[in-house]
């Protein structure tokens, strides 16, 4: 990939975008990941004015200063970049408090933590909203179109994704490219939305090179057979998470009425 030309063109299709939409800038969901800090600094490169928000819902700490110190490093090297926190925690616990009680909590861990990414999203429209800026996406080509790994309408929720067509291993260059805090670099993914320190690999059961070679191959018309021990483990883990999450990838069905009945 020629890393430099990559960045210069996204920041440019950033700013035409947002030009042409006649919006103010954007505002992005900043999380101590990689994902979001490199989209961020693509926001703040563009010159026009980016809100990064922290959102913490019973984060790790090591997630939290991750975020900060980013933010920290945006503003000094961008002057147009502002920043605020809004504490999701009590509004997630008063939701949760609402909510009927189920039999076994470990049954809707899952539903729980989409609701996470769902009032961080409701979050960002609000600030997008109230001062015309655009919802900047964090996902990446083998997340949003390999494996559905994020939330619908939770994260998934955006008004346009710049890094959506780059590998994760592609985001990295990048982020070495425009010198991302090392402590950055060095994080293992992990979507923030359980309260611990489990990671992306942990929940998915492979890592990101593996998955991007899943990718690949499935792209190339493999399948399973082709493959044996953790190649074959690995491209049966891409194959499940592709197919369960269609859904996700895919436009929403609309029941089309047949012309003579209406």
Request: with cysteine.
């Amino acid at each position: 990939m020629q890393t430099e030309k990559v960045a210069k063109y996204i920041v440019k299709w950033l700013k035409d975008y947002a030009e042409k939409s006649k919006m103010n800038g954007f505002v992005i969901g900043v999380s101590g990941g990689i994902d979001s800090a490199v989209t961020s600094t693509l926001c703040a490169e563009t010159g026009l004015r980016l809100l990064c928000v922290e959102m913490p819902i019973h984060q790790a700490e090591n997630q939290i200063s991750r975020a900060k110190n980013h933010i920290q490093w945006l503003q000094k090297n961008y002057k147009n970049v502002d920043t605020v926190q809004v504490n999701l925690t009590p509004v997630f616990d008063n939701l949760l408090a609402e909510l009927p009680s189920v039999e076994n909590e470990e049954d809707r861990f899952m539903s729980l933590a989409n609701t996470r990414a769902r009032l961080r999203m409701t979050s960002l429209y609000y600030f997008a909203a109230l001062e015309k800026l655009l919802v900047a996406g964090t996902g990446n080509k083998v997340e949003d179109f390999g494996v559905g790994f994020y939330t619908k309408y939770g994260d998934g929720g955006v008004d346009l994704s710049p890094i959506a067509d780059l590998m994760k291993t592609e985001v990295y260059k990048i982020a070495e490219y425009f010198n991302v805090n090392t402590e950055i670099l060095n994080a293992k993914p992990t979507d923030g939305l359980w309260g611990d320190d489990r990671t992306d690999e942990d929940q998915i059961g492979a890592s990101y090179p593996e998955l991007e070679w899943a990718m690949k191959m499935d792209n190339s018309q493999k399948t399973e057979s082709d493959f044996s021990g953790r190649e074959a483990e690995v491209f049966k883990i891409y194959k499940r998470l592709n197919t369960q999450n269609q859904h996700k990838m895919q436009p929403i069905p609309v029941c089309e009425i047949p012309q003579e009945l209406k």
